[in-house]
């Protein structure tokens, strides 16, 4: 059982209303998980989901990498609620079913492409050793540029922030909190 009880939306204040209704007409087409947790704090929840807007949906990253990377992250987390709520998206976005298998068992994907390894490798380095080598980090910035390799960090803080908000108000599996 979650920690927090769902708002009910007839007891929502204005705000509240408002940032639901924003949230449930964009691309996620609903709140729940997370996105109902923040809602507790509606100017947080404005403020996040803005940020994983652009995070899954307007960052330069392809939503194969992207969802690998949020894929890697809900399970160093063992954030079950994110993994999912992601494993579809995954799929659709072209990570090999291989790849998914090998995560959900916490062990290390073989991978074809370079820049998947990468994503994985630098996704883990991050979240485990709370930083990235100069190796790694130059390698990443020759096989992705600056500018996916920026928005690849942005994606990790964010799907960060959802993992730790899963786990520290029990966040259910696909369902409200």
Same mark, same amino acid.
């Given at each position: *059982?979650?920690?927090?009880?769902?708002?009910d939306?007839?007891?929502m204040?204005?705000?509240?209303?408002?940032i639901?209704?924003e949230?449930a007409?964009?691309?996620?087409? /609903?709140?729940?998980?997370?996105?109902?947790?923040?809602?507790?704090?509606p100017? =947080?929840?404005?403020?996040?989901q803005?940020l994983?807007?652009?995070? &899954?949906?307007?960052?330069?990253?392809?939503?194969?990498?992207?969802? =690998?990377?949020?894929?890697?992250?809900a399970?160093?987390?063992?954030?079950?609620?994110?993994?999912?709520?992601?494993?579809?998206?995954?799929?659709? +976005?072209?990570?090999?079913?291989?790849?998914?298998d090998?995560?959900? /068992?916490?062990?290390?994907?073989?991978? +074809?492409a370079?820049?998947?390894?990468?994503?994985?490798?630098?996704?883990?380095e991050? /979240?485990?050793? &709370?930083g990235?080598?100069?190796?790694?980090?130059?390698?990443?910035?020759?096989?992705?540029?600056?500018?996916?390799?920026?928005?690849?960090?942005?994606?990790?803080?964010y799907?960060?922030?959802?993992? *730790?908000?899963?786990?520290?108000?029990?966040v259910?599996?696909?369902?409200?909190?």
């Amino acid at each position: *059982m979650a920690r927090l009880p769902a708002l009910d939306h007839a007891q929502m204040t204005a705000k509240q209303k408002e940032i639901y209704q924003e949230i449930a007409s964009g691309p996620r087409g /609903n709140v729940r998980g997370p996105l109902a947790v923040w809602l507790h704090r509606p100017d =947080l929840a404005d403020k996040a989901q803005q940020l994983g807007r652009y995070c &899954r949906y307007d960052s330069s990253l392809s939503p194969r990498l992207s969802e =690998l990377a949020i894929l890697t992250t809900a399970r160093i987390w063992d954030a079950a609620f994110e993994w999912q709520a992601h494993v579809p998206h995954a799929r659709a +976005a072209g990570v090999d079913e291989e790849i998914i298998d090998a995560l959900a /068992n916490d062990q290390a994907p073989e991978f +074809a492409a370079e820049d998947e390894a990468l994503v994985y490798e630098f996704t883990r380095e991050l /979240n485990l050793a &709370r930083g990235v080598s100069d190796a790694l980090y130059a390698r990443t910035i020759a096989v992705l540029g600056k500018d996916r390799t920026v928005d690849l960090v942005g994606v990790l803080g964010y799907y960060s922030l959802i993992s *730790m908000t899963i786990k520290a108000f029990d966040v259910d599996l696909i369902g409200a909190v």
